[in-house]
């Protein structure tokens, strides 16, 4: 099974969920219908930047709890959706600074260690050519990765994106030109 | 109507999907996604068994609590009064001599740092949009709108970055 990714970002959807969780006998159900409606989009962000599906799989259970733990203090200035992404963009970055600190010395050791994984086909199942644009997606430093990866496979907007990252629209157009120049290097195209 | 630089960038976007495609290879155990909300509420359901289950722990279990909290609090108001009169003495002298000294840091590091940013070459700039720390652009950008005579906007630094970059420079990152 590999994932298809719908990149449709639902107001109604928030304004419908909310209700449901504002009500103790409907919250239960509002947070599972929740769970529903984001999993697979905050699963692809987090499993892009992460690579194993383990690794992404505690995340994504681990962003949920904290929305579940939180959902009192979400203040509606954010979309429900944006919340969510900002938790999940955190704890991927995270995840990845703490396996650095554990584990491995650099960012370049976890870079190696990602470009291992995208080789076994428990963890990567594309042909070479995804492979390979894989493999130079990981050289990008963290952040920038990211930025990419909103842009290039979730088909973000720059403002989405900048209420997501607090970062502004400039800055991330600016860095995700720069990742782009970079994949271009790194693969030789031009 | 698109700028220059958006086709620019479409360009170069249009030319890596055409080679390497945008499909999701990353493979998913089969009913994944089926079983995650269950997962989640698993989870957070032994979370507060966890929580719940030390807050009805039976009394005898926390007999021990009673003492040890009258304890610490005993310790913690005999170290108060002991030690309160040489702690606000050293702290008085330490706000005088702190505040000075931070006021004149404070407005030295401010003219330093605006200086610097100010003269900054578009070279730094470069740099400035870097791996770790993607911020550093926006407090350069706002840090020169703060000087009145400061003639780089946020715009021309995205000019910059599309018209003059070259590989060599990129690589150098």
């Known amino acids: 099974m590999t994932l298809k990714i719908e990149v449709v970002l639902p107001k109604e959807d928030d304004k419908r969920l909310l209700n449901l969780l504002a009500q103790e006998k409907t919250k239960n159900y509002g947070f599972e219908l929740l769970v529903k409606t984001y999993q697979e989009r905050i699963y692809s962000i987090v499993r892009r930047m992460v690579i194993r599906h383990e690794d992404a799989n505690d995340i994504v259970q681990d962003v949920f709890v904290k929305v579940w733990q939180n959902l009192d203090n979400f203040r509606q200035e954010s979309s429900l959706y944006t919340w969510i992404y900002r938790i999940a963009v955190n704890e991927s970055l995270r995840h990845l600074k703490s396996r650095k600190v554990k584990i491995f010395s650099s960012d370049v050791d976890v870079q190696k260690h990602l470009e291992q994984l995208i080789d076994n086909p428990l963890h990567f199942n594309g042909d070479q050519l995804e492979a390979k644009l894989q493999k130079a997606i990981l050289k990008l430093p963290p952040k920038q990765r990211l930025v990419f990866n909103m842009k290039y496979y979730e088909d973000l907007t720059y403002e989405q994106m900048s209420a997501i990252l607090g970062t502004s629209v400039g800055a991330l157009k600016a860095s995700y030109h720069l990742a782009i120049k970079k994949l271009e290097h790194y693969l030789d195209i031009y | ?173």
Not at chain 2, 16 to 22: A, N, P
């Open chain 2, 1 to 173: 109507m698109k700028t220059k630089k958006e086709i620019d960038r479409e360009i170069s976007e249009k030319r890596l999907e055409s080679r390497f495609g945008k499909k999701n290879s990353f493979p998913v155990p089969e009913g994944y996604f089926a079983d995650l909300p269950q997962n989640i509420i698993q989870k957070i359901k032994s979370e507060q068994t966890f929580t719940l289950s030390f807050d009805h722990s039976p009394r005898t279990q926390r007999r021990w609590l009673i003492p040890a909290i009258t304890i610490a609090v005993a310790a913690f108001i005999g170290a108060f009064f002991l030690f309160k009169p040489l702690t606000t003495q050293v702290n008085s002298i330490d706000k005088q001599v702190v505040s000075k000294g931070d006021i004149q840091n404070d407005a030295s590091d401010y003219y330093y740092i605006s200086h610097i940013l100010y003269n900054l070459p578009y070279d730094h700039l470069l740099n400035a949009i870097n791996e770790e720390d993607d911020t550093y652009l926006d407090s350069v950008i706002y840090s020169r709108s703060l000087i009145p005579d400061g003639t780089l906007k946020e715009e021309e630094v995205i000019d910059y970055l599309y018209y003059h970059m070259s590989i060599y420079d990129i690589t150098q990152f």
